[in-house]
């Protein structure tokens, strides 16, 4: 079983800053792509930025040269580095990751695993 425990949400200002980070941990081989979704209320969840294991990144037009995603890959652990928050920022966001794990020798399964959610609030 793999989970993931996120933890850095909460209220910021417009222009402000903030931090999420989420932490793999359970049995796996390895963790191919990691990320960040959101769902703002009344919308459908959406991408935000995702880091390959080989750190190619990929970030929604709409938080391109604002959010940061990196990764540290010996602790199984990718971060959020929120800046220039603007009220649209306001959602729940969802840490995703797709690790690879194995019940049987030479037999491997994809999933795809997803945080609890933590909410970021941006006030104007």
């Known amino acids: 079983q793999v989970e993931l425990v996120e933890s850095g949400g909460g209220l910021a200002q417009s222009g402000g800053s903030l931090r999420l980070s989420c932490a793999a941990s359970?049995?796996?081989?390895?963790?191919?792509?990691m990320g960040w979704y959101r769902q703002a209320p009344g919308k459908q969840r959406e991408l935000v930025a995702t880091e390959t294991a080989g750190g190619e990144t990929n970030y929604a037009d709409s938080v391109k040269g604002r959010f940061t995603i990196s990764r540290d890959s010996a602790k199984n652990t990718v971060y959020l580095q929120m800046n220039s928050l603007k009220p649209e920022d306001t959602a729940v966001y969802y840490c995703?990751?797709?690790?690879?794990?194995?019940?049987?020798?030479?037999?491997?399964?994809?999933?795809?695993?997803w945080g609890q959610g933590t909410l970021v609030t941006v006030s104007s």
């Open positions: 995703s990751a797709d690790p690879v794990v194995s019940d049987a020798p030479m037999r491997f399964t994809h999933l795809r695993v």
């Open positions: 359970g049995t796996f081989f390895k963790i191919n792509d």
